[in-house]
Nanobody, 123 residues
């Protein structure tokens, strides 16, 4: 399975971006998925995660109310709508497929990872 994240770019504070994550095969449709990010000099952290059917979502506190995770199983695609972006959101964003049906906050619970897409937010 290959995951491809896209949609990153350079934006100003307060702007919006939508990230997409496409899976190469129908092997993620019954699995949870997640978005993670890694800023320069920092460890990779969870941003948001979603269950296999989209019914359960989790967010890290810093993005609650600004970011929305969603997925279209029929298209093997997951999204991250990011609104009111802040400079501290600057990072490489990665998508991942979980081993189980639910997306979790633990990186060890994920089995497939995409290459990442850069998001840069200027002040």
């Amino acid at each position: 399975v290959q995951l491809q994240a896209s949609g990153g770019g350079l934006v100003q504070a307060g702007d919006s971006l939508r990230l997409s994550c496409s899976a190469s095969a129908r092997t993620s449709s019954n699995n949870g998925m997640g978005w993670f990010r890694q800023a320069p000099g920092k460890e990779r952290e969870v941003v948001a995660a979603i269950s296999w059917n989209g019914g359960n979502t989790v967010y890290t506190d810093s993005v609650k109310g600004r970011f929305t995770i969603s997925r279209e199983r029929a298209k093997d695609t997951m999204y991250l709508q990011m609104n009111n972006l802040k400079p501290e959101d600057t990072a490489v964003y990665y998508c991942a497929t979980a081993r189980g049906s639910f997306g979790t906050r633990q990186q060890g619970d994920y089995k497939y990872w995409g290459r990442g897409t850069q998001v840069t937010v200027s002040s």
